[in-house]
């Protein structure tokens, strides 16, 4: 058969490099800010756009979407070319995707800095953002797909069915999850409220760790190890299994974020199940990475590429174990809320995307700038500077999780909690501190590969156009002998698509729906009422400082939190929150029953400088809060969308709501000055405290104290 001559597009994957070695510099140092930050409330430098609340997601969201993203299409790109044995569908749809996603990055750290946040973890960019995403997604898709149908190898190796599976499944998950009700250009409410919100945000909250973070670099993981070991894959029994098993699986794992909350048992019992589950998969495609390497491991000592990948696979090994053992509900009432968690997450991300992405970057940069590494002692440097770092990172905040879950939970003798909530922070900021030393490392590590591989492409010369060569493909494939099954929809990309939506969609499905149709799952308390035009506004202004990323607001049922804070929370509590504010850190207490706790002027004073009433707290200063007025001209809209979401405001209530918004603020206004302050009725600190003071007590005047009824 006559062989044709095609080219490869090097080009693509130089620029999807260039963008992750750049956005991981910028996301490990906003990280860094962000961890200094914690117990340095003076590198909050008394500024709106630097403060913690919106540093932290501009760095998930940079090290998620940016760095790790665009690791991802680096490596889709260079590997899908080469499984297909063809070029890229369309050098010009590759083109949009790389500017449209780094347009996506930009846009998406400027409006986070400035505030505008639906206040849902991984997926606060505002609506016109999500839309920007799902398009350039549509096009990432069209373009892979398009490649894989004319490929010139009839079979879809391993690597290619986890890059169908994470297209698949990222564009469900983001459409579903991003429903909402735009009130402005950057202004939206979610279209889910409180119980059901948390349940489709942590639907996709873990799925975005598990099909963004996971499944493309095991596809990546499938192609470059076995490369850089010059080993073939261990099993391919075991690979199928792998990616079956964990698709399947991983989607049902969400509820196992909300332990012990106000969601319904059931939900939460499905994912306890699933993520105990989900640790043979996930072990099996460890195993099947390390048994890769079996007969290499001279290799390994010598190759910094293979170090980094045994550490990477390791650390995913570590963190897919850990997952499920944090879902066991003893496990969880202890870990939840705690560092615990932070270092759980960061052994994923420093460890195996990081690492992974930096051995990918060390294979491929000489590889098509045609030169060898420029110092393979500078990439060894960078491994060993790197693991110390994710050992001084996770190590204190185990220490610090720990630490924090027991001080919470002890009480005196007499029955009385023995730590103010205070002294539990105070006590762990020497972990922070090491944290930080720990993060500071890394980055090093990172910016020696930058110098590293500037000056391998310095040295050498893009080949943009890789000369390759292959068959075409056969219209009918060659069979040699008994088939295995799973080769019949290995030749089929289409029917892989379709059975991969379908093998993720069941979990969703059978957790949503019921969630939302049967409404004894969120049953009503009388009691609660919507919030008045002041507060919502104070709500706005809550979610627009990113206090979610300390404070939660869910009392779980505990003798520990219920004595700290009060009633734990009911489902029936948040029906008009939109959307739903549980959190999923306690840097600072629980505020589900802020509400009448403290006067205003300790609201006041407290924004204005937290040390004043909490000699010792770590909380930043917001003293705008105290200039800047409330934006009443977006109060119509704000109620109009409310009541598209079934708020039961009155009709027309739109054009009487900012006179009420008026009255409170000056009921307010009036209450600061019998305690000698003196403010605007219209500032936003007037919205805020409104809104502080509303947070929990409509069932404190429940005769019942909070009893539930069934809404009939």
Known sequence: MQLEKFYYDNRIVKWFAYATVLWAVVGMLAGLLAAVQIYLPAANFNLPITTFGRVRPVHTNAVIFAFVGNGIFMGVYYSLQRLCKTRMFSDKLSKIHFWGWQLIIVVAAVTLLAGYTTGKEYAELEWPVDIAIAIVWVLFGINMFGTILKRRQSHLYVAIWFYIATWVTVAMLHIVNSFEIPVSLFKSYSWYAGVQDALVQWW??????????????????????????????????????????????????????????????????????????????????????????????????EEPVLKFMVVAITAYGMATFEGPLLSLKNVNAISHFTDWTIAHVHVGALGWNGFLTFAVLYWIIPRIFQTPLYSKKLAGTHFWIGTIGIVLYAVPMYWAGFSQAMMWKTFTPD?????????????????????????????????????????????????????AEAAPLPKKPETHGKEYWHRWIERRPMQMLVFSLVAVAIGGILELIPTFLIKSNVPTIAAVKPYTPLELQGRDIYIREGCYTCHSQMIRPFRDEVARYGEYSKAGEFIYDHPFQWGSKRTGPDLARIGGKYPDSWHYNHMMDPRLMSPGSIMPPYPWLLDDQIDTASTPAKIRAMQTLGVPYPAGYDQQANADLRQQAESIKASLKKDKISTPSNAEIIALIAYLQRVGIDIKGDKKTGTETQQK
């Open 415 to 467: 029955g009385t909690l023995k730590f103010q909530f205070l002294e539990t922070v105070t006590h762990i900021i020497p972990l922070y501190i090491t944290r930080s030393i720990g993060g500071t490392l890394y980055l090093v590590g990172t910016l020696i590969m930058v110098f590293n591989l500037y000056k391998t492409v310095k040295a050498g010369k893009l080949l943009a156009n890789e000369e």
């Open 204 to 301: 996709y909250g873990h799925n975005a760790v598990a099909f963004f973070l996971t499944t493309p670099y095991l596809g990546v993981m499938y192609y470059f190890l076995p490369k850089a070991a010059n080993r073939p894959v261990y099993s391919y029994r075991l690979s199928i299994i792998h990616f079956w098993a964990l698709i399947f699986i991983y989607i049902w794992a969400g509820p196992h974020h909300l332990l012990y909350t106000a969601l319904p048992d059931w939900a939460q019992s499905l994912g306890v199940v699933f993520s105990i589950m989900l640790i043979a998969p996930s072990w099996g495609g460890m195993l099947n990475g390390l048994f890769t390497l079996r007969g290499a491991w001279d290799k390994v000592r």
